[in-house]
């Protein structure tokens, strides 16, 4: 009798351990509020903070930001509970960058940190992500 109710509960286990998984983030779909922190190794002069706003879709996860005259490309998305990583390639005046990312969603919050490399200067930098929602998308 024990087994009978042990071996479909533990299978019931499984499977929705498994489902969890694979689930997407706590990501309320919309119009989110992104600022960006930036620090770079070696600089003494501080970078202000920099906010946009981004669409933010299950199909699209990855904050962006839209400065302009860099061209990136986003690879190797992994989904891992709450949290999206990421590598991402960018060419720009200041030469090619690459490097990883990651950023943890909770409902209508985010928090993230992505780390770069400037190929050539050998430059370092440190974006922390901070996001909400703040309505649907235009």
């Keep these: ?14 499977v929705y351990a498994f489902g969890s998984a694979l689930a997407d983030p706590e990501l309320n779909p919309g119009k989110w509020e992104m600022t960006t922190e930036t620090e770079m190794v070696g600089m003494p002069v501080q970078i202000p903070p920099v906010t946009h706003t981004q669409c933010l879709t299950s199909d699209d996860l990855v904050p962006r930001s839209n ?3 860099k061209e990136c490309e986003v ?12 590598k991402m390639v960018c060419s720009g005046e200041n030469g090619p960058m690459e490097g990883t990312g990651q950023a943890t969603y909770r409902g209508d919050h985010m928090e993230g940190v992505m780390n770069m490399v400037i190929s050539g200067a050998g430059m370092q930098i440190t974006n922390k992500i901070s996001g909400r929602r703040i309505g649907d998308c235009d």
Excluded: F, H, Y
Aim: aromatic fraction near 4%.
């Design 67 to 69: 400065e302009t005259g």
């Design 75 to 86: 690879s190797d998305v992994k989904i891992s509970g709450n949290t999206v990583s990421w």
């Design 1 to 14: 009798m024990v087994k009978k109710i042990l071996v479909p509960s533990l299978v019931l286990s499984i």
